[in-house]
């Protein structure tokens, strides 16, 4: 064997070390609590073949709590590039076999590489998580990996799309740097979220606690809203992952890539002209409409489990990437509330930012009174939907569908929120607020003067009757220009198709200024 095969033979079997990350024992474990190890789910995710590792020889630089007697290739993370449907992208997955995937200095390193390069080439970067944080034996220098990090999730933000899968028990920097990025993914019953695991929260609180019940997927997708999904299992995960991308450009400069459909543009629905049913108070699913009109029935909710009163996903219409916001009137009457807000305001900055059009679904009875939300702050939890529709200058086209009533009327993408094209179905109500409430305050003295309750009942018909006449209808609205024409709902997806493509052009138009100052 000559020199140089010594040396690639030397290389191979390096590398195949390398691979086996804290060893053979540790993936058998990892593999018995149902987990993949850090490169099966590289493996998963990635085009076949198309995975360039960097770094996989890194060693970390710790010589405390006998750390010097270990130094495993890689220390702990998985990092490169790879493609996702041909498409770029970069890469980082925590390896729990080493060190519980603790993030030395070495570690950030490894990791801020893997930022900096889909930052400079204006690609998305993925981080499949799995580790406890900070790792305790090197102090501040993981600290300030988990800063480095921190920043470049910053500065990345509205730059290039940064997605975050959560694989296992994630603590500390570990579940901070996942909440600075766009969408954070977790996998039930092997994944976790909190600030620190319940043997730590015991010895500082006292409380007693397991990791499902104070962090587990269902309670984050469902109760915190931190989690976007809440996926079956790791595989299902990164299908969530793979489908996300193809509705998001590779950078703010760039497009959202066209998804070609055999879904005729002009295709109407006639169910939708029977979907409003005749009382007011009845719901429909809105689910029902957004299916009718995107591409090919396809729709990808995102945080499905939290505040289901609004609904918000990505989807295709005339194979162009929109993100849909639709008030849901099977939840709660489709009110808006703290929950509600936060997620829609959320979900709006993103697809501004990344130029992906908004269409907006309009059925709102109006904000949740009451001390339960007041005390929690509805006043400035509502306004940053305001503001984020409002600042938003990506094509928004809107349409009322019935119930569009007062604050949360100017909310849902109006006109004077810089709505771009604003369509009402016939059905629609656009108003102060409802019948029922007005004519109490508006003739509450006439009703108490009224003893006779059959007469009573009488007037306050009639009165209601007035005011629904008056404004319980699209017509005052289009009279005025608030709203662009009154659609038949049987055609409302090729008449939001015809305004995406008019609007395709459209420039942006913002003060000049550092940033502004959304109500946190
Ligand atoms: C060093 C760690 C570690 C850590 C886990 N390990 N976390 N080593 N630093 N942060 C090691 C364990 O010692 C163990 O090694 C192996 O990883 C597996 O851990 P286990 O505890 O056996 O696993 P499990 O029971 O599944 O529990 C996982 C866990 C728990 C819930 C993550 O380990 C935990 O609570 N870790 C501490 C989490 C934490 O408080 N992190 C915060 C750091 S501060 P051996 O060799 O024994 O198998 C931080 C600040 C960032 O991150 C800034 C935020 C703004």
Redesign the pocket.
Known sequence: MSIQQEKIKDLVERRSSARLGGGRKRIEDQHAKGKLTARERLTLLLDEGSFEEFDMFVHHHCTDFGMDKSHPDGDGVVCGRGTIDGRIVYVFAQDFTV??G?LSKTMGAKICKVQDMAMRYGAPVIGLNDS??????EGIDA?AG?GEIFERNILSSGVIPQISAIMG?C????V?SPALTDFTIMVRDSSYMFL??P??VKSVTGEVVD?ETLGGADVHAGKSGVAHFAAEDEKDAIGIIRALLGFLPQNNRDRAPLKPTEDPFGRSDDALNEIIPDNPNKPYDMYEVIFSIVDDGQFLEIHREFARNIIVGFAHMGGRSVGIVANQPMSGAGVLDINASRKAARFVRFCDAFGIPLVTLVDVPGFLPGTQQEYAGIISNGAKLLYAYGEATVPKVTVTLRKSYGGAHIVMSCKQLRGDINYAWPSANIAVMGADGAVGILFGKEFKSETDPDKLAELKEARKKEYDDLFCNPYQAAQKGYIEDVIEPRNTRFRIIRALIALENKRPELPDRKHGNIPL
């Open positions: 060190n519980g603790s406890g944080g900070a790792r305790i034996q600290l988990y028990p603590a500390g920097g570990a901070y620190t695991g043997a730590v990791q």
